[in-house]
């Protein structure tokens, strides 16, 4: 049941890859399906392990220990096989800032808990009324810790901004992207809305993923791009392909004053949308694939970090941001704020630019940085620490904005420790099990 119960949840919630994998990956819609279907499969697994555990539990064992063994199973989740953690648990609270405080102390991973615990005291309650005073305390006051710390956070003036910055969301479609015959257009689509902003003189202009048509600084209009940094006297970040001993890289630039300021080149690269794991498998069962970039993308090394007169700062490029770990490293490397650049034209108009930006919020107070956005299609956006919204696109929509943001030095708990939540969870997990004298729990 768990397992059926799982895969469900994951059908409804990542539907949008058939159209990610089919419409523009290049997969027929049989193969499509297939791959959204054995994904939720592997997704729902972790349900089905989770509800067998519970088996093994009673009254408050059952909400600590099952509470534990959730944020075990997530954390596996977001690690395993390349890692996919998305759609947490904890991700449902996405907009309710007093709870996503926690995040600075725990990571996603302890605001997952209290959830979890919450909802497996209300089982408790329906299937055995007597037993919940014994439980309910308890989570009440884990609630109440989590809520206070979040109010007090909260409390008093809003973080500082020092800086203004400019996003472009050129609103490319993702079957013109890769036309050679378009590239002068898309890349004039940028410029023009670059000249716009300039008038409000922002201090940094962000570009989305991918938004150079070509391989930069090798295509002839590499020349156009370091013209307008010079024109514009700002400096200018933005995403394009680039190619080294016949490797190709999804890679962000940053340009100023008509010179190359530093790059950075995607570490942790999408299945099937920047390489197909099992190619020949897939293609013997499915025949061949149609490429929709010029060939497989080769990941990057290191997390860089960006030395700018505004402060420094580290790039994580779409898929990335849903990886707390590369953050964690951008801000331990010395960035002072985040800059996240992303295509989702890749999920059409679906769900997923939502849930994606949702993780760039939660990015924001695990570290308490400003997190700057800028989506080919949105959303694009700017995100304060304390994970407030202060600029949000329609998607869509072709635009340029400014808004203010700042730099933070701050080092949370979950930037010096990482991860210990999951650990402390293991921890309790046993200490449940070992405690638990009866046998399963099974129903009568």
Same mark, same amino acid.
């Given at each position: 049941?768990?397992?059926l119960g799982?895969t469900? /949840?994951?059908?409804?919630?990542?539907?949008?890859i058939?159209?990610?994998?089919?419409r523009?990956?290049?997969?027929?819609?049989?193969? *499509?399906?297939a791959?959204?279907?054995?994904l939720c499969l592997?997704?729902?697994?972790?349900?089905g392990?989770?509800c067998?555990?519970?088996l093994?539990?009673?009254?408050?064992r @059952?909400? @600590?220990?099952? +509470?534990a063994?959730?944020?075990?199973l997530?954390?596996?989740r977001?690690?395993l096989? +390349?890692g996919f953690?998305w /759609?947490?648990?904890?991700?449902s609270?996405w907009?309710?800032?007093p709870l996503l405080?926690?995040?600075?102390?725990t990571?996603?991973?302890g &605001?997952s808990f #209290?959830l979890c615990a919450v909802n497996?005291?209300?089982?408790l309650g329906?299937t055995?009324?007597?037993?919940i005073?014994k439980? #309910?305390p308890?989570?009440?006051v884990?609630?109440?810790?989590?809520?206070?710390?979040?109010?007090l956070?909260l409390?008093?003036p809003?973080?500082?901004?020092s800086?203004?910055v400019g996003?472009i969301?050129?609103?490319v479609? $993702?079957s013109?992207?890769?036309?050679?015959s378009?590239k002068?257009?898309i890349?004039?689509?940028?410029?023009?809305l =670059?000249?716009?902003? @300039?008038?409000?003189?922002p201090?940094?202009i @962000?570009w989305?993923e991918t938004?150079?048509?070509?391989?930069?600084?090798?295509d002839?209009?590499?020349d156009k791009?370091l013209?307008?940094?010079?024109?514009?006297k700002?400096?200018?970040?933005?995403?394009?392909l680039r190619?080294?001993?016949?490797?190709?890289?999804?890679s /962000?630039?940053?340009?100023?004053?008509g010179k190359?300021?530093?790059?950075?080149?995607?570490?942790h690269l999408?299945?099937?949308?920047e390489?197909?794991p099992?190619?020949? &498998?897939l293609?013997? &069962?499915f025949?061949?694939?149609?490429e929709?970039?010029p060939g497989?993308?080769?990941?990057?090394?290191?997390?860089?970090?960006?030395e700018?007169p505004?402060g420094?700062f580290?790039?994580l490029i779409c898929?990335?941001?849903?990886?707390?770990d590369?953050?964690? *490293?951008?801000?331990?490397?010395?960035?002072?704020?985040?800059?996240?650049i =992303?295509?989702?034209?890749w999920f059409?108009? =679906?769900?997923a630019?939502? $849930?994606h930006?949702?993780q /760039?919020?939660?990015? *924001?107070v695990e570290v308490?940085r400003?997190?700057l956005? +800028?989506?080919?299609t949105g959303? %694009?956006a700017?995100?304060?620490?304390?994970?407030?919204?202060l600029?949000?696109?329609p998607?869509?929509r072709?635009?340029a904005f =400014?808004?203010?943001f700042? &730099?933070s *030095?701050e080092r949370?708990l979950?930037?010096?420790?990482g991860?210990w939540?999951?650990?402390? %969870?293991i921890?309790?997990?046993?200490l %449940?099990?070992s #405690?638990?004298r009866q046998?399963?729990?099974?129903? +009568?």
């Amino acid at each position: 049941m768990g397992l059926l119960g799982g895969t469900v /949840a994951f059908l409804t919630t990542c539907y949008w890859i058939v159209v990610a994998v089919n419409r523009y990956g290049g997969i027929a819609l049989p193969g *499509a399906f297939a791959v959204l279907l054995l994904l939720c499969l592997y997704l729902g697994t972790y349900w089905g392990v989770f509800c067998i555990g519970l088996l093994y539990f009673h009254r408050i064992r @059952l909400v @600590l220990g099952g +509470s534990a063994l959730w944020v075990v199973l997530e954390y596996l989740r977001g690690h395993l096989l +390349s890692g996919f953690p998305w /759609a947490m648990l904890s991700h449902s609270q996405w907009r309710i800032l007093p709870l996503l405080q926690i995040l600075d102390l725990t990571g996603a991973y302890g &605001l997952s808990f #209290l959830l979890c615990a919450v909802n497996l005291s209300l089982h408790l309650g329906f299937t055995n009324p007597k037993g919940i005073w014994k439980v #309910l305390p308890i989570t009440m006051v884990l609630f109440g810790l989590v809520l206070g710390y979040g109010f007090l956070k909260l409390k008093g003036p809003p973080p500082r901004t020092s800086f203004k910055v400019g996003i472009i969301q050129g609103n490319v479609n $993702q079957s013109e992207k890769w036309d050679r015959s378009l590239k002068e257009r898309i890349l004039k689509v940028h410029e023009t809305l =670059t000249v716009e902003i @300039l008038q409000e003189n922002p201090h940094l202009i @962000l570009w989305p993923e991918t938004a150079f048509p070509g391989y930069f600084p090798q295509d002839r209009l590499s020349d156009k791009m370091l013209e307008l940094s010079q024109k514009g006297k700002v400096p200018i970040l933005f995403g394009s392909l680039r190619r080294e001993s016949g490797r190709v890289y999804n890679s /962000a630039f940053l340009i100023s004053r008509g010179k190359i300021m530093g790059h950075y080149d995607k570490v942790h690269l999408v299945p099937f949308g920047e390489y197909l794991p099992l190619r020949d &498998l897939l293609e013997g &069962l499915f025949g061949p694939f149609e490429e929709t970039v010029p060939g497989d993308i080769s990941p990057g090394r290191t997390v860089e970090v960006f030395e700018t007169p505004l402060g420094r700062f580290s790039v994580l490029i779409c898929f990335e941001i849903i990886f707390p770990d590369l953050s964690r *490293a951008a801000v331990r490397g010395g960035a002072d704020f985040l800059v996240t650049i =992303t295509n989702d034209a890749w999920f059409g108009r =679906t769900s997923a630019p939502y $849930q994606h930006l949702a993780q /760039a919020v939660f990015r *924001a107070v695990e570290v308490r940085r400003w997190v700057l956005r +800028s989506a080919n299609t949105g959303v %694009s956006a700017v995100v304060d620490p304390r994970g407030r919204i202060l600029a949000e696109t329609p998607i869509f929509r072709r635009l340029a904005f =400014t808004a203010p943001f700042g &730099l933070s *030095a701050e080092r949370t708990l979950y930037v010096r420790l990482g991860d210990w939540f999951p650990g402390l %969870s293991i921890l309790i997990f046993i200490l %449940s099990a070992s #405690l638990q004298r009866q046998g399963p729990d099974r129903p +009568s």
